[in-house]
């Protein structure tokens, strides 16, 4: 199973931060990327991040560059997301999934998504 799993969310006022995990223990960080994507309510899933390998940088949705950021720790098998600067349109479930690659041309199938975790951030 590649299903990874996410944790950190809640609920914070605006100008704070999070950080958001997600688990990879069902595959080694070399076979799949993992993505990060959010979906905010009545709005479609965007992706804001993937890592390919922990030996590559992350790449980063040109909205999000600046504020959110993307490390490792391979002891883990965990990839964090650190939301900075929160806004209440950042309000969104965020997902992370298993990518085959990062180059867009693939989206991760069902089976290769984690559940989600709710981020709402007040005015």
């Known amino acids: 199973d590649v299903r990874p799993v996410e944790s950190g969310g809640g609920l914070v006022q605006a100008g704070e931060s999070l950080r958001l995990s997600c688990v990879h223990s069902g595959f080694p960080f070399d076979e799949y990327g993992i993505g990060w994507y959010r979906q905010a309510p009545g709005k479609e899933r965007e992706r804001l991040s993937c890592i390919d390998s922990p030996d590559d940088p992350p790449t980063y949705t040109d909205s999000m560059k600046g504020r959110f950021t993307v490390t490792t720790d391979n002891a883990k098998n965990t990839v964090y997301l650190q939301l900075n600067s929160l806004e209440p349109e950042d309000t969104a479930v965020y997902y992370c999934?298993?990518?085959?690659?990062?180059?867009?041309?693939?989206?991760?199938?069902?089976?290769?998504w984690g559940r989600g975790t709710l981020v709402t951030v007040s005015s």
């Open positions: 999934a298993a990518e085959i690659d990062c180059s867009g041309r693939y989206y991760p199938p069902t089976g290769f």
